[in-house]
Each structure stands twice: as structure tokens, then as C-alpha cells.
């Protein structure tokens, strides 16, 4: 890596592996901005509307021209922002992620997002999590990183995500919704969710989260000999 290019940490997997928490925990440790791709699918899911994932090629088009993207906050903090109103947890809805996952198969969409992606990772350090950050989007990205974990034990925690949330999950449901995101992002033709060649793969079904934060703050060390954890500044 040059000394002057962003450093770019890219951590794929599936729906509720926990890359939101862990992708957070580096960016804190690192001080770098944190991206959230899920989020922006989620985002335009839900601006665009159900059905949005059948519209022609023209209409999903000129909808998605008008649309500008930027991030706020930084570190762990880091927000994204469209047409500059910041996105709230109302994307983070378990069929809205359903939605994101339809829209996700459309090329259109994934190219607009690819662009905005790399266009955000020129400009800033990133920790970036998604489905296809490592294998597409960011190919010369200094650390890639592929979580996974058996779909059971993701279900759960997204149950007690959920339950800590005030929300009372049924489980069922979301193993049902999780298998059914789980097939549909891992064997869609374009950017299928898979590790990239030169990915870190780290199974986390039988790791606590202390664990796996330790594994990829190796990985990260490993990956970028020298590097020194960057504790915020005070403001
Ligand atoms: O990470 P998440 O569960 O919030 O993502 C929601 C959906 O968005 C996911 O099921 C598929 C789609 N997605 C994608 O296709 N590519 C990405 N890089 C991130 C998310």
C-alpha cells in the first residue's frame, strides 16, 4: 500500500454474522470511517418502494440519478446520508432487508452503488462490509476479510439483537428469512456473495465476539506490519 492511499479493510458474509458490530469495533480501533454497504441497499430500498426491483431498466435509471450519497460522523459513528437527510433505523426492518436483497440482483443498482463505493474509498480510509466489498468493489483492498457462521447460530443472535432492541423476533421467521437472503445473495448472478480468492475466512459459529474481535485485529496487524491502533483525539 502507498503511504499516501487509503486504507481500505473490506469484511463480507451473511445476513447476521455480525459484521455491522465487528466492522464498527475496527473502525474505532483504527479511527477510520466505516461503511455500511448493507445499509445503502437497505437505503434505497426503501426510498425506491417495494416492486421497485421490477421496474424497466429506464425507470430504475433516471430514479437513481437523483439520488446523492454521502457520510457523516466518523470512526465507529459513521453515518450514511441520502440527499443529505441521514438514514434512520427504519432500514434496519427484517423485510426491508428482504427488499435490499431483491433490488441487490439487479446490475443497474449494483453498478450505481459500485461507483459510489469506490468513489467514498478514494477519498477516505474504510473499514467496508457487505456482500461483495473483497471480491468486486474494492479488488486492491489491503485486508479482506470473509465472515461466516452456521445459519442457526445467526438466526439466534439476530433474535437476541432484536429481543436487546425491545422487539419480541420469532424465530422461525427469521431463520426462514435469513435462509431464504442467505440463497438468494450466494447464488445471484451478479457479485454473488463468496470470498475472494485472497480473503481472510474466519468461521465465527463457536467464536464469543471478544474472540473474533482478537482473530481480525490479528489479521488486520498481519495484513499492515507497523500499523498502531489510532485512539480518537479528543475534540
Ligand atoms: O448487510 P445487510 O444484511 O444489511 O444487507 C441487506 C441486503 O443488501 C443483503 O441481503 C443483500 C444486499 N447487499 C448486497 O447485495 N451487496 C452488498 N455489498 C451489501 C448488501
Known sequence: MHKDQP???TLDGPAGVGKSTLA?????????AYLDTGAMFRALALHLGPGSWDWSEQRLQSALRGIRWSLCGDGPE??????GVQVGPEIRAE???LWASHLGQRQEVRSFLQAVQQGIGSRS???AEGRDMGSVVFPRAG?????DAAPEERARRR?????EAGHTPDQAALAHDLRQRDQQDRTRAIAPLRPADDAHIVDTTALSLQD???RLREIIHRSFPGITPQPKQPE
Not at 485486508?143 to 465472515?147: Q, R, S, T
Open 7 to 9: 486504507m481500505i479493510i
Open 24 to 32: 464498527k469495533d475496527l473502525a474505532g480501533y483504527l479511527n477510520i
Open 78 to 83: 459513521t453515518g450514511l446520508e441520502v440527499n
Open 95 to 97: 423485510d426491508v432487508g
Open 125 to 127: 480510509s474504510l473499514v
Open 143 to 147: 485486508c479482506k476479510i470473509f465472515l
Open 159 to 163: 433474535c437476541l439483537q432484536l429481543q
Open 212 to 214: 473474533v474481535e482478537q
